[in-house]
């Protein structure tokens, strides 16, 4: 009976995690990169290499990428990118883009949260997880 409780608990948790998300609109994208840019002050000049969806390996870059990530519960700290999450805010087409970039913080247990949110950003960008239409939404907007 007890294991059989704590099998039901892990599948109601598995069922609201995926569930739970609701994809993000544009507004809350900006919303979410708005109060990180408040919390970590990236300089001008680097906010501009983001309207290219470029990122440059820096610390406070690191910081403010991680913090969007969480905020946009795309990223869990113990788990890394949810790569449900990514598939119903990006498409189902693109889960072979989020299963070839997500890591695992085990694989990499010196990295900062930072930095891990990151990496793996840059490669889901890299490898065209954010389309030129999302792109020309985000910055439009």
Not at 69 to 74: I, P
Not at 110 to 135: F, M, N, P, Q, R
């Amino acid at each position: 009976m007890k294991y059989c409780i704590i099998f039901l608990l892990f599948v109601g948790i598995a069922s609201a995690r995926l569930h739970g998300y609701v994809k993000r609109t544009v507004e809350q994208l900006k919303e979410a990169r708005a109060d990180c840019i408040e919390k970590f002050p990236v300089p001008a000049e680097t906010r501009e290499l983001f309207k290219k969806f470029e990122y440059p390996e820096e610390e406070i870059v690191e910081n403010y990428v991680h913090c969007v990530a969480v905020e946009l519960q795309y990223f869990v700290d113990t788990e890394g990118y949810i790569d449900e999450h990514l598939e119903k805010q990006f498409g189902n087409d693109k889960i072979d883009i989020i299963n070839k970039c997500i890591t695992f913080k085990k694989d990499h247990p010196d990295w900062t949260l930072g930095h891990w949110a990151l990496s793996d950003w840059k490669c889901l960008v890299k490898e065209g997880l954010i389309t030129e239409e999302y792109k020309t939404a985000i910055l439009e907007h």
